[in-house]
Nanobody
Framework: QVQLVESGGGLVQAGGSLRLSCAAS????????MGWFRQAPGKEREFVAG????????HYADSVKGRFTISRDNAKNTVYLQMNSLKSEDTAVYYC?????????????????WGQGTQVTVSS
């Protein structure tokens, strides 16, 4: 059974930084792509960033390019999302997800397992 547990969310001022972590249990972490999604109140869930199995290929939503960085440590079964230059529009619940394939993918349907989410609130 795969479990994904996010941490690192919180309240931060605009322009600040946060680093989210997602610890995965279960087998096969290093074989699969991982991703971060977010959902703001009243809005649909949206893709934020994805990383392939090796960590060498990444994919970002246009809204976070140049500000967010996704990375992974396969030895620790953990994926990270470094968020810099945060804006009020980044406020959302952030979800970690494990893909059913090895690539970095932006499509929510490619993800099989999801975490419970962590709240990120950016005050202006």
């Amino acid at each position: 059974q795969v479990q994904l547990v996010e941490s690192g969310g919180g309240l931060v001022q605009a322009g600040g930084s946060l680093r989210l972590s997602c610890a995965a249990s279960g087998r096969g972490f290093s074989l699969n792509g991982m991703g971060w999604f977010r959902q703001a109140p009243g809005k649909e869930r949206e893709f934020v960033a994805g990383v392939n199995w090796s960590g060498l290929t990444t994919h970002y939503a246009d809204s976070v390019k140049g500000r967010f960085t996704i990375s992974r440590d396969n030895a620790k079964n953990t994926v990270y999302l470094q968020m810099n230059s945060l804006k009020s529009e980044d406020t959302a619940v952030y979800y970690c997800a494990k893909a059913g394939l090895s690539a970095a993918t932006a499509h929510a349907d490619d993800y099989v397992y999801w975490g419970q989410g962590t709240q990120v609130t950016v005050s202006s």
